[in-house]
């Protein structure tokens, strides 16, 4: 017997718009998956790091490829404190990176406020040779470098490690370029009142620019920390190593033979981890000032 019902019957979704729907399912599912693919192709490689740290010598040399240690153990770390100088490059790397990223947000700053904001004879062609100079390689600058840090009794010293690194082009245009986005009118009510053009400079655009200066730290941060040519032409002194050129004397086999995979990626390591908390500390704030810009804008 049948059941009669009052409710109309569901008209079915028109072909072409099922079709239409299933390519966008489908190119969104091949999205995600090339997404996935790349991203645990470029993680691998810090996975194989970290589980070689934890490895015993002749566990990472069988098999150098595969993430689990077997069995666990901290011998890598326990040489790279006790039979390296990973203390004292760590100590030199914090004081060169904390005095170089100081020095150039503020150096930077300056020199990109005084060609955004300033008229003077020749600013034109002084910005153009700030770009000129980021488009040369800095290989091609070592040499130079190390006649100057020579003539200059600068070599095999902290002034030397710390001076030539104080300002670069990338930052000076990064802050001429936000500066310049900055309204004119907010100056003027400052001048109005008398204030000089220094302190125009730091109690008035110099906060607007936040998302700027975290951006330079990052980067200044990162690149200090990371720098290696400058320090292989700045200093010979095994005392003024940094981490990168200490790391490089682990890998060039100072300590003797054999693959000694805990001991040179436990101390890549440890040397990678105080710049991926700046990173992630500051992308924070970054990110918070940003969306407040653009809301306000």
């Known amino acids: ?45 810090f996975v194989i790091q970290l589980g070689n740290s934890f490895k015993t010598e002749p566990d990472a040399a069988a098999n150098p490829l595969s993430p689990i240690p077997d069995p666990l153990s901290l011998a890598g770390f326990e040489r790279i404190f006790a039979g390296t100088n990973f203390p004292l490059w760590l ?72 001076v030539p690194l104080l300002a670069d082009a990338a930052g000076v245009f990064i802050m001429k370029q936000f500066f310049e986005s900055i309204p004119v009118s907010v100056e003027e009510a400052a001048r109005i009142d008398g204030a000089s053009v220094f302190r125009t400079f730091w109690s008035v655009v110099l906060p607007m620019a936040k998302p700027a200066l975290i951006t330079l730290t990052i980067l200044s941060f990162q690149g200090s920390w990371n720098e290696f ?6 200093v010979q002194d095994p005392d003024l190593f940094t981490l990168p050129r200490g ?16 001991l040179k990626l436990g101390a890549a390591l440890l040397a990678t981890i105080p710049v991926a908390i700046i990173f992630v500390v500051f992308q924070r704030y970054f990110v918070r000032d940003a969306n407040d810009g653009s809301d306000k804008g």
Not at 247 to 262: E, H, I, M, R, T
């Open 1 to 45: 017997m049948a059941v009669l019902t009052d409710r109309p019957p569901v008209a079915a979704a028109p072909a072409p718009r099922r079709r239409r729907d299933r390519r966008t399912l489908v190119s969104r599912i091949l999205g995600y998956a090339t997404l996935v693919f790349f991203g645990l192709v470029f993680l691998y490689p």
């Open 91 to 162: 100590g030199n790397s914090l004081l060169v990176t904390v005095l170089v990223t100081l020095g150039r947000v503020f150096f930077d700053s300056l020199a990109g406020y005084a060609l955004a904001r300033l008229t003077f004879r020749g600013r034109a062609g002084l910005f153009a040779g700030v770009v000129a100079v980021m488009a040369v390689p800095p290989v091609v600058l070592l040499i130079p470098k190390f006649l100057v840090l020579n003539q200059l009794g600068m070599y095999n010293s902290y002034t030397g490690l710390i």
């Open 229 to 234: 040519p400058h320090s292989l032409v700045a």
């Open 247 to 262: 790391l490089a004397d682990l890998v060039s086999g100072s300590l003797g033979k054999g693959s000694q995979y805990p």
